[in-house]
């Protein structure tokens, strides 16, 4: 389990963040968090990607603590003499403060957290799995207003790719389970999705809810060996030890059903994704 990520993905403990969560970004009023009376903001955000806009400036997509899923403008960022323009790159972790617009947010100040793009940007395979935890953040959080966990759960995992502690595609497959289990799509990895009868169980269905039994088994279930369905409970769970042993026959299988699983319930695919089970 990624450190400081464990009890944050249990049941019954999703919501915990630090004690200090509520004031961790400085001596921040109370009224800053209230939009209705005051038009500016600042939270603690990792980048998720970014888009050229007029000569100089950029879209930049932040999931935040505090605000959720945030889409501002960075004013003059692509000029060179600009002050935080490498700061506001993907997967950097920062201190942000925005003003509120009609349409989009601007961004005013920018302070430098964890600069998890340079470790990541020096590794081809890190920075494929992060580009898919960073777009799949996006979509899960989009329909949500504010989803600390999913912002927690994100931060962990990239700075675990950041720090190479485990091979970046199965800490990928671990974030993506996690991940989609906290929005609320949990797969069931043993007993039968459907009718409960207990695991193992060698079928796999991404629209039935995970593992089934042969009398609930779909036409055109995937079939597994079920030891990669013991290698995706084991990344679930934190296993570390369990999951990097597995067989990488065990390991492949088991990508490709979280990607069934992701674009099941996504009802997209993840374009990064598909991208990186290309190369």
Request: proline share 4%.
């Amino acid at each position: 389990m990624w450190p400081g990520c464990a009890a944050r993905i249990r049941p019954g403990h999703l919501g915990q963040a630090r004690a200090h969560d509520t004031g961790h970004l400085g001596a921040v009023d109370g009224a800053l968090c209230d939009n209705g009376a005051v038009h500016n903001y600042r939270d603690e955000g990792i980048v998720l990607s970014g888009h050229k806009l007029g000569e100089a400036d950029r879209i930049v997509t932040v999931l935040t603590r505090s605000h959720g899923l945030v889409r501002a403008v960075a004013k003059g960022v692509r000029r060179t003499k600009s002050r935080f323009g490498s700061r506001l790159e993907p997967f950097m972790l920062i201190d942000v403060q925005c003003h509120v617009g009609r349409n989009l947010d601007i961004v005013t100040q920018v302070e430098l957290i964890e600069p998890f793009a340079r470790g990541i940007g020096a590794d081809y395979d890190a920075y494929s799995a992060a580009s898919v935890m960073a777009e799949t953040a996006s979509r899960i959080t989009e329909a949500e207003p504010v989803s600390r966990a999913q912002f927690l759960l994100l931060v962990a995992a990239i700075r675990s790719l950041c720090r190479g502690e485990h091979p970046p595609r199965l800490a990928l497959d671990a974030y993506l389970l996690r991940a989609m289990s906290v929005a609320g799509w949990a797969p069931s990895l043993a007993d039968c999705a459907q009718c409960g009868a207990p695991g193992p169980h060698r079928a796999f269905s991404a629209a039935l809810g995970g593992a089934v039994c042969s009398g609930c088994r779909p036409s055109g279930a995937a079939l597994p060996d079920t030891d990669a369905l013991d290698h995706l409970a084991a990344l679930l769970t934190g296993d570390w030890a369990r999951a990097e042993a597995s067989d990488l026959h065990d390991q492949m299988d088991g990508s490709k059903l979280v990607s069934d699983w992701v674009s099941w319930h996504l009802e997209r695919n993840i374009r990064s994704l598909r991208v990186l089970e290309r190369t």
